[in-house]
């Protein structure tokens, strides 16, 4: 079952631009990743951020959680023509089962 | 250097015939998964392993078939029942088994059915 969904479904902006995608889930989480997949490549992991955390951030990479909404973003800021791949989020469930369950991505453009 | 290799990265088959994916890895990591995706999709996971000699079926398993007898292997075997197999396959390793922490993945298989 999928369990996060994505959107948009795909963004292209300009370098130096700042690239928001979101991601929404419908059960409780223990925790929600975001993955980064460059064509025909395997997923990259990018941040993690657990269901008591609000907002993470790894170098240009900005995450934010709203458990109350079921909903988190993932804003890369100053994005660069390198940035552009597909972006998914992944949801870890609570409870024994855990199973991670991924989005269908979003695909980002950066033209130069 | 660390990390997961997968082999071969394109493969073709005739219908009928079974197929052997090979997935490696020297993280010393306990647990191991195997992914399909489809185009403009997001992975399906297909059989995972949290421990050696022991593998549970993921939401897709019908047509595959996987084996864990070392802790470094995981292969796939997309068999002759798989009814629609041309896809890409990821597989992924993580620390443990619990299936929340972070995923290491590799660089995928295409299989294309001719």
């Known amino acids: 079952s999928q369990q996060g969904e994505e959107d948009p479904q795909a963004l292209s902006i300009q370098e130096g631009e700042n690239a928001t995608m979101n991601c929404s889930y419908k059960t409780s989480i223990n925790n929600l990743q975001w993955y980064r997949q460059n064509s025909g490549r395997g997923l990259v992991h990018l941040i993690l951020?657990?269901?008591?955390?609000r907002e993470k951030h790894s170098g240009r990479l900005r995450v934010t959680l709203d458990t109350s909404k079921k909903s988190s973003s993932l804003l890369i800021t100053a994005s660069r023509a390198a940035d552009t791949a597909s972006y998914f989020c992944a949801t870890a469930g609570s409870g024994n089962t855990g199973k991670l369950i991924f989005g269908q991505g979003t695909t980002l453009q950066v033209k130069p | 250097d660390g990390g997961i290799t997968q082999s071969p990265k394109y493969l073709f088959r005739k219908e009928g015939q079974n197929v052997t994916l090979s997935c490696e890895q020297n993280l010393n990591h306990d647990a191991m998964y195997w992914y399909r995706q489809d185009p403009g999709q997001g992975l399906r996971l297909i059989y995972y392993s949290q421990i050696v000699n022991d593998f549970q079926k993921g939401d897709i398993a019908e047509g595959y078939s996987v084996s864990r007898e070392k802790k470094e292997s995981f292969p796939l075997t997309v068999t002759s029942a798989q009814k629609n197999p041309t896809a890409f396959y990821l597989c992924?390793?993580?620390?443990?088994?619990?299936?929340?922490?972070?995923?290491?993945f590799g660089e995928g298989s295409r299989l294309t059915v001719l």
């Open positions: 951020i657990r269901s008591n955390e």
């Open positions: 992924a390793s993580s620390i443990d088994g619990v299936h929340t922490g972070e995923l290491f």
